[in-house]
């Protein structure tokens, strides 16, 4: 078995105001390979080698047919891609498609009485539901019937929905594609502000709700946030006609709003006059756009990130099938959010693709206790599943053996979000996995639509720490910040780069195609006005090596990205929140190492002239982020701090808060306006850390710091 070791400190270029994420990675040691089991081997959908090479680069584009070929089309393709007006690729230029038939109406005949979907409700006395791809059909109609003839909904419309996991989520996103009209899905622990300015920038007129949920033994009352989003909505003139509101408990009220008649309606009242009805799926061109996805990037306001039908459902139904090895008897559980690219394309469209029985938890893993997740997978005998680092750090402190005390059995388990530390991957591997499961740790995006960098389960090893190599059709590349390649092997960290286009790769950004050009071609492209694809990497905005065997190693972001618990935060979103507080002169966000979440953000703020550094100042700064944002965006502290180190040109150099928050050398600063602030900073924030000052982890590097 091979064994790649003695890496040194690999560099990332300097980058002058920020410290990223991808400079403060963890800096792990080379691992040895872990090999699937032959048993597993045996019943894999990929374990042919001659298959792989149909992928290789001479036979791109036409290489992704094997994937548009499962799935049923109304009318078949022309041509694979498009290439004429890079980077707006199009992808099986001519066909028609409609996803929904893809999901629902094609598995009828074969599996009608299969469990589609099973619901866990987060009580545990509340028993599990489970809807057949039969009720399934019955109920997306139904629901199409809805949006077509009460909400007025047609193909191209969009729809801004903000649900938590429970499975009206799924058949109203499987309603929409059935008629063509563009989903928004905003992640349920959002905020209604941050739900609002979404549906603005979509034109949302309907908004779609769920009245409440439970959440850790809580039942939160959701509907509230319905009346924010729908003023924040109309502060930035996007009127809304409806918000339509699935009950927990039909018939049943479970929220403290209450209704604003005319515009507010309960779901399951307005479907009473749908009741048994059909429609036709809504047969859609190729390139259609299936959904928006909303995400942080490096300025202030989110982007929606705008899916097409045809080349995305191909590619997450060839990545589910082939990375992930679904069947259709295969009982998978995703243990993502549906509000996030996660759960749209590997707990919604990829697994329903693939008639596999996709199961849905609405709470947090934890609760009550430790334990869940494997009595859930105990009970339904899940043998596919699919989490992030952080749940499988957090599972392992607070019960590290409970998966013993379970009698199931995973033959696959996914994780996706986040670099996992070795050491969290061999408890993964051992006791979750029972050593019978193979793991593949798969890089990707929301933009990317599926999954770019696995191992393929029954043929490639397994290392702990490094995603592996590229998926099939994907060619990567690290280059540096002056273009120079970053070899396999070579002792060096870069940007990570796709050389080429692939079916599931974004269209735009949802109305500013400018920003998707500059934001993730105009760094690596080689002329503007060349139409070969050759001519437009794909720059990711990670940080990233490649060792000798061609496993990538994924360091993190190298913009204001930060990646919590898995979720994606644009520190300039929270920075923007901070500012609108009028005590606070100026604020700047860092990223910090944290043992479960990963990054947590850290808030450093300065305070307008006369303003005392008080607690309630923190508290009223906490409490504006989680209105404009979201819980998930709570800092983990805030520091208040009598100025910002600065350039002599007055910009904030985020790279030296960010290293006194990690408790790193500052490096050089004499070259600042104000160098004698550092030291002032240090010793108040270091002395806020509860316990001993803590020193920095002896894997974490500072990468680009000369030192
Ligand atoms: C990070 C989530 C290390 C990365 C699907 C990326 C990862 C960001 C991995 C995208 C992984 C995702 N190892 N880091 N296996 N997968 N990331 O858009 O920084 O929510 O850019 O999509 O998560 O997050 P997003």
Known sequence: MAKVRGKKEAKLSKSKHKLTEAQIAVHWKEEQYFRPSKKFIAQANLKD??????????????????????????????KTLDTSNPPFWKWFVGGKVNACYNCVDR???????????IFVPEPENEPPLVITYQELYKRVNEVAAMLRDFAQLKSGDRVTIHMPMIPELPITMLACARLGIVHSVVFGGFSGEACGLRAADSGSRVLIYADSYYRNGKKIDHKGDADIAVATAEKEGQNIDK???????????TSEAPMIMGRDFYVDEVLKDFAGQTIEPVSQDADTPLFLMYTSGTTGKPKGCQHRTGGYLAYVTGTARYYQDIHPEDVYWCMADIGWITGHSYIVYGPLALAATSVLYEGVPQFPDAGRPWRIAERLDVNIFHTSPTAIRMLRKAGADEPKKYNYHFKHMTTVGEPIEPEVWKWYHEVVGKREAVIVDT????????????????????KPGSAGPAALGIYPAIWDETRREIKPGEDAAGNLCIRNPWPGIMQTIWGDPERFVKQYYSKYRKNPKSKKWQDWPYFAGDGAMVSADGYYRILGRVDDVINVAGHRLGTKEIESACLTCSKVAEAAVVPVVDEVKGRVPEVYISLKPGILPKKAVEDKVIATIETMIGKIARPKMIHIVPDMPKTRSGK???????????????????????????????VLVQGRHVGPLKEGPADIKMFGEET
């Open 107 to 117: 598995h009828i005949a074969k599996h009608k009485n299969k469990a589609a979907l």
């Open 243 to 253: 918000v339509l509101i699935w009950r927990r408990y039909a018939g049943h009220n």
């Open 443 to 462: 890089w990707w995006q929301t933009e990317t639509g599926g999954f770019l960098i696995t191992t393929k389960p029954a043929l490639d090893l397994m």
């Open 652 to 682: 904030i150099m985020r790279r030296v808060l960010a290293a006194i928050s990690n408790t790193m050398d500052t490096g050089d600063i004499t070259t600042l306006a104000n160098p004698d602030i550092v030291e002032q900073i240090r």
């Open 49 to 78: 080698p001659a298959f792989v090479k149909k992928f290789s680069e001479r036979y791109f584009p036409e290489c992704f047919d094997h994937y548009a070929n499962l799935l049923d089309w109304d009318q078949p393709w022309r």
